[in-house]
C-alpha cells in the first residue's frame, strides 16, 4: 500500500462492530476471528489499492544451519524477501514500516522483530538506500 488510509477504516470497522456487540480480541485474525467479522474486514481491505508479496518457505527443505530456531529459520526468509521483493520497489525517499506477525511468545515476537530489523539493515541499501525503516512487533 503507498498510505495507511486502510488502518483508518479498519479503526473505524473496529469501533463499528464493537457497537454492534461483536465478541473481538486485541486484533483481527483471519484465522481466529468469527466469519461474519472476516467478510467485513475483506471487504474494507478490498476498497483499498494495494498488492500482495509471498514468500513460502518449507523448512523441511532447509539446511541445519538455516533451521536451528524459528527466528533463524525466518530470518532467512525476509532476507531474501526483502531483498528481492520489496528493496526494488524501495527509492532513497521511500519510508518502510514492517509490521511482524504475532505469533509465538513474547520472547519469539522479539526475536523475529530483531530479525526482521537485522534484514532490513542488511537489504533496504540494495538497490539504493531507504531514507527511513522501523520495525515492530
Not at 525517499?93 to 504475532?102: F, G, K, Q, R, Y
Request: charged share 25%.
Amino acid at each position: 500500500m503507498n498510505n495507511c488510509d486502510v488502518a483508518t477504516d479498519l479503526l473505524a470497522l473496529r469501533r463499528t462492530l464493537a457497537w454492534e456487540g461483536y465478541d473481538l480480541g486485541e486484533f483481527f485474525h483471519a484465522s481466529t476471528d468469527q466469519q461474519a467479522v472476516r467478510d467485513k474486514v475483506f471487504e474494507v481491505i478490498r476498497k483499498r489499492d494495494f498488492t500482495i508479496q509471498a514468500t513460502i518457505m518449507e523448512k523441511s527443505k532447509a539446511r541445519a544451519q538455516v533451521k536451528e530456531s524459528k527466528p533463524r529459520f525466518y530470518q532467512y526468509g525476509y532476507f531474501f524477501h526483502f531483498k528481492y521483493g520489496v528493496s526494488p520497489n524501495l527509492g532513497s525517499d521511500s519510508e518502510a514500516l514492517v509490521t511482524t506477525a504475532s505469533l509465538g511468545t513474547r520472547r519469539e515476537r522479539i526475536a523475529f522483530e530483531a530479525s526482521v530489523s537485522d534484514v532490513m539493515n542488511q537489504s533496504v541499501c540494495m538497490p539504493v538506500p531507504v531514507a527511513k525503516h522501523r520495525t515492530s512487533v
